[in-house]
């Protein structure tokens, strides 16, 4: 009887904690669960079944985060955890698989060729979420969450340029004497043409989606200067990041295989991170397998390792830097045999180990995957690998064509219908099909959480 009375005590004492607590950490975990479970794709047929399955469960644990009581008021990491980040990628995951839900059955729907909308494409959204979803349960679980609180230092050895030196063209400065901190190079004001070109679609039988894509051929003008990276983002560098903040990403990332039959095609390889992206790689070449967030999260660190403002940059400047004055096919020209003096490409010696099915340049640049940073010509601009070795995220909303795009340096973003979690690559990778390293060439993925060890970035520095 005593028992019973004490049980029934500790039940009512239990439910009340658990509404002033709100969402406890096994019933999170059930429900992440349960989202998991949903991101298992069948068929085209089952698009609009799958997405809204997802959507739906996704609601569920949302809608149990926006009552859960922000007792602590931000003093308890789990309550920050589920406010700041699970709450967040939510809104995301929501727009983005409402998005795909509405295309499964549009009339205009095309999941051919290089389409955005190819089924593996969706194949592929599942799964690189559904990692996501995984690493949630698993921040739960462990109590990790030591990378929300960024109490980063400040660099000791700072030697930002003066403001003399700092206006003059191609002027070159590093911010700091650490290795993370990238040369960079003062990029001057200019106007150049931004976009494909009908002499180049011909001559590389440009497929008319991706010409859609690069076109209409349009004037832009850079009203004041801006520091641009001359190199990509190195592994040593994003090791440095996630040594200081304990940044953590999602298990798992894009590779290629070759399939008797079936040729190159990509592949969502789930033991692989940009420590162990499916080469060995030396720390000074370009860091892979990082999603869009990822290279951001590593601005806001480099900026906050320096006092300035470092960024992605937008789609303008990107190819203003990558062109730097020139309208060829290529920032050396209109000659594709002289590919291997200028860039890393699937070229004779990719070729000749690694045998992807893709169309390569007659050359050899004698690096099989990524190479160190820097190791070939650079344009102009004084910049290196602007196409080959790592393709670079870039920080616009994906429009599928230049109608309505800004005149000048700034991010394209949601105006005319601008999806802004789809992020947008430029500048073609080592094992890229010829047609892909053309400067004009730009696509997106549609899902937030891609990434793929063809893929890293670059920054630019405010000045
Ligand atoms: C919670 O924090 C916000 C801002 O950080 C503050 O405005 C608010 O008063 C705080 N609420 C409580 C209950 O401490
Ligand atoms: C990162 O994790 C290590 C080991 O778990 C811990 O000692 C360190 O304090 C953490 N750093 C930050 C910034 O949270
Ligand atoms: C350099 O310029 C910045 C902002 O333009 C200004 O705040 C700073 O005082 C200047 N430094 C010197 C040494 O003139
Ligand atoms: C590039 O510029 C040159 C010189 O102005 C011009 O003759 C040529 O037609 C241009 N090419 C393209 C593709 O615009
Ligand atoms: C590359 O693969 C093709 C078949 O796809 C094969 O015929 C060829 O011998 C391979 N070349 C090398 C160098 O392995
Ligand atoms: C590749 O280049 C070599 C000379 O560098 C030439 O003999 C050969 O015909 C070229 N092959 C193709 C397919 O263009
Ligand atoms: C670019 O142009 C847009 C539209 O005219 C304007 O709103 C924006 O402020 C401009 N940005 C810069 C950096 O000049």
């Known amino acids: 009887m005593k028992i019973l009375k004490i049980s029934l005590y500790l039940f009512l004492l239990l439910n009340l904690v658990s509404l002033i607590l709100g969402l406890d950490k096994t019933e999170a975990i059930g429900d992440l669960t349960a989202i998991k479970d ?9 698009c609009r079944k799958t997405f809204s399955s997802t959507i739906d469960a996704v609601k569920k644990l949302d809608e149990k985060i926006k009552v859960h009581p922000d007792i602590f008021n931000g003093s308890n990491e789990y309550d920050r955890f589920l406010l700041e980040v699970m709450h967040i990628k939510f809104i995301w995951l929501l727009e983005e698989a409402s998005y795909l839900l509405s295309r499964c059955t549009a009339l205009d729907y095309d999941g051919y060729g290089f389409s955005l909308e190819r089924e593996f494409r969706l194949y592929f959204f599942f799964m690189e979420w559904e990692t996501t979803i995984e690493w949630m349960r698993d921040s739960i679980e462990s109590e990790n969450y030591a ?5 980063i230092k400040v660099s000791n050895q700072l030697t930002p340029p003066s403001n ?5 063209p191609l002027f070159q400065f590093r911010d700091c004497q650490q290795d993370y901190c990238p ?24 497929p008319y989606l991706q010409a859609t894509w690069e076109s209409p051929r349009h004037a832009v003008y850079m009203k004041k200067p801006f520091a641009m990276s001359s190199k990509e983002v190195t592994l040593s560098a994003y090791r440095e990041f996630v040594k200081e903040t304990n940044y953590s990403m999602p298990q798992g990332c894009t590779t290629l295989k070759t399939e008797p039959g079936h040729g190159t095609q990509q592949f969502f390889n789930r033991e692989k991170n940009f420590q162990n992206c499916d ?9 892979l397998c990082v999603r869009t967030e990822d290279a951001r999260e590593y601005a806001k660190w480099l900026s906050k390792k320096t006092n300035q403002n470092y960024r992605l940059p937008s789609e303008t400047e990107w190819e203003y830097c990558a062109r730097a004055g020139t309208n060829t096919t290529f920032f050396w020209g209109n000659n ?24 390569y340049f007659n050359c050899s640049d004698k690096a099989v995957y990524t190479s160190k940073v820097g190791s070939y010509k650079p344009n102009a ?19 599928p064509n230049y109608q309505g795009a800004p005149k000048n340096s700034s ?7 601008g999806l802004c979690h789809f992020g947008i690559l430029r500048g073609g990778a080592w094992a890229y099909n010829i047609i892909h390293m053309r400067i004009s060439y730009r696509n997106a993925y549609l899902s937030s959480q891609t990434r793929c060890n063809m893929w890293g970035f670059r920054l630019v520095r405010e000045i």
């Not at 045999?337 to 070729?351: G, I």
């Open 164 to 168: 003399k030196s700092i206006t003059k």
């Open 381 to 399: 601009f004084k910049m290196y690998d602007m196409t080959g070795n790592a393709r670079e995220w870039v920080s616009d909303c994906w429009h």
């Open 411 to 417: 991010v394209w973003g949601r105006e005319n219908e």
């Open 38 to 46: 949903t991101m298992k794709w069948t068929k085209l047929q089952d």
């Open 183 to 206: 040369e960079m190079v003062v990029i001057p004001k200019g106007s150049f043409l931004m976009g494909g070109n009908e002499v180049e679609e011909q001559e590389y039988q440009i």
């Open 279 to 287: 080469f060995i790689q030396d720390p000074q070449e370009p860091v």
């Open 147 to 151: 990378y929300l609180y960024k109490d």
């Open 336 to 359: 594709r045999d002289e590919a291997c003096l200028y860039a890393n490409v699937n070229d004779l010696t990719t070729k000749s180990i690694a045998n992807y099915t893709f169309s």
